[in-house]
């Protein structure tokens, strides 16, 4: 991928926030790097990108991402490789999406120049930002949202692009306990279900809420129609192991077409394993319980990596999982995708972009 950086203007903080953060008790999204990148777009084109500072901007109240939720966002990783050299895992990938996002919310699409021009040169800026304890990363954080200051129910003329960075560990501090979801829903075939809009999120917050009362940490959501099939949870993909084979929902325009889970299928086809990308219903999974053809449960994701799921909760009935064995399907695949990161493994499909020294 050729980057064409144009000129970046770039205004440095004067004393880095870095010193003060614990780089061994990161959490997930609690700290932002010293900088942030931004672009504005107005009369029917983008500006120049300036990194600067983090911190608070000045928005109209009447801005209308506030009251119409043009708003969307990615979330990607970078690391520093064995060898101490700056990756970014599947920007390209990201970049596609992020222009999926666009569209759908009638946003200005980003060329690959301007996005990895931003990201590049902000990670630059950061770059001792990058933690290198095994699990952590800088999670990457591009956004976009609509700033015109008008009422009136229209497109916006003019947004602003921004990218922040987050020092990063693992999102869930242990495996998950999730409930199916047979009253709420996400996303509806046909919604906005398949990008990464900022409404999908809040929508979910209630839902999420009611089942972490009843002592879930997530919900499984399930089609809109019937919540008979299995779409994604809370932040991640769904992955199984049923039968001996790695099963996952097929892509539908209610779920995110996740790039861990892209990775994961991609990889399994070397990895002794066969794949189904189809429908996969509640049904099927409480019958893989019963009779102990269902051996694994994992969320996939960008923030999640893989994370194990510990037990679903079906029609009120709690089933657990056997626990995760150092053979299983899921942790090979982490190690696996680890080991591409930090170049102990071929990059064979090409997924990392290493920044040029
Ligand atoms: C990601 O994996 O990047 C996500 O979008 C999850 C996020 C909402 C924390």
């Known amino acids: 991928m050729a980057v064409m950086t144009a000129p970046i203007h770039i205004e440095r903080v004067k004393t880095s926030r870095r010193a003060s953060i614990d780089f061994n008790n990161l959490g997930f999204g609690n700290y932002i790097s010293d900088h942030m990148s931004l672009t504005e777009y107005s009369n029917g084109s983008w500006g120049e990108t300036k990194i600067v500072p983090y911190?608070?901007?000045?928005?109209?109240?009447?801005?209308?991402?506030l009251?119409?939720?043009?708003?969307?966002?990615?979330?990607?990783?970078?690391?520093?490789?064995?060898?101490?050299?700056?990756?970014?895992?599947?920007?390209?990938?990201?970049?596609?999406?992020?222009?999926?996002s666009l569209e759908r919310m009638c946003m200005p699409l980003l060329s690959e120049e301007l996005f990895m021009s931003s990201l590049t040169t902000l990670l630059e800026v950061d770059a001792d930002w990058i933690p290198t304890n095994e699990g952590s990363s800088l999670?990457?954080?591009p956004f976009m949202f609509a700033s015109e200051a008008?009422?009136?129910?229209?497109?916006?003329?003019?947004?602003?692009?921004?990218?922040?960075?987050?020092?990063v560990g693992p999102y869930f501090s242990k495996a998950v306990k999730v409930k199916v979801e047979e009253e709420f829903v996400r996303a509806a075939e046909g919604g906005t279900g398949f990008v990464k809009c900022a409404g999908n999120y809040g929508g979910a917050f209630y839902p999420t809420?009611?089942?972490?009362?009843?002592?879930?940490?997530?919900?499984?959501?399930?089609?809109?129609?019937?919540?008979?099939?299995?779409?994604?949870?809370?932040?991640?993909?769904?992955?199984?192991?049923?039968?001996?084979?790695?099963?996952?929902?097929?892509?539908?325009?209610?779920?995110?077409?996740?790039?861990t889970r892209d990775s994961i299928l991609t990889m399994s086809e070397?990895?002794?394993?066969?794949?189904?990308?189809?429908?996969?219903?509640?049904?099927?999974?409480?019958?893989?319980?019963?009779?102990?053809?269902?051996?694994?449960?994992f969320g996939v994701g960008t923030?999640?990596?893989?994370?194990?799921?510990?037990?679903i909760s079906i029609h009120g009935r709690n089933y657990e999982l056997p626990p995760v064995g150092p053979d299983s399907f899921q942790l090979r695949a982490k190690k696996k995708l680890n080991d591409i990161r930090m170049g102990y493994e071929a990059d064979v499909?090409?997924?990392n972009y290493i920044l040029p020294k």
């Open 150 to 167: 008008k009422l009136g129910v229209k497109i916006s003329d003019e947004y602003k692009f921004i990218i922040l960075t987050s020092p």
């Open 209 to 259: 809420m009611l089942a972490q009362k009843q002592g879930f940490d997530q919900v499984l959501w399930t089609d809109s129609k019937e919540h008979k099939y299995i779409d994604e949870s809370g932040a991640m993909n769904v992955m199984f192991v049923l039968n001996g084979k790695l099963v996952t929902p097929k892509l539908l325009s209610s779920l995110l077409d996740g790039v």
């Open 67 to 100: 009251h119409y939720g043009q708003a969307i966002f990615e979330g990607m990783k970078a690391f520093k490789n064995k060898d101490g050299q700056i990756i970014i895992f599947r920007p390209q990938r990201h970049l596609q999406r992020m222009n999926k």
């Open 139 to 141: 999670y990457l954080r």
């Open 55 to 65: 911190g608070d901007l000045t928005l109209s109240p009447a801005m209308l991402a």
């Open 349 to 351: 499909h090409g997924w």
């Open 270 to 297: 070397s990895m002794g394993i066969q794949k189904e990308e189809r429908r996969v219903s509640v049904a099927e999974i409480e019958e893989g319980f019963k009779n102990g053809t269902l051996t694994e449960a």
């Open 303 to 311: 923030a999640a990596v893989v994370s194990p799921i510990a037990s």
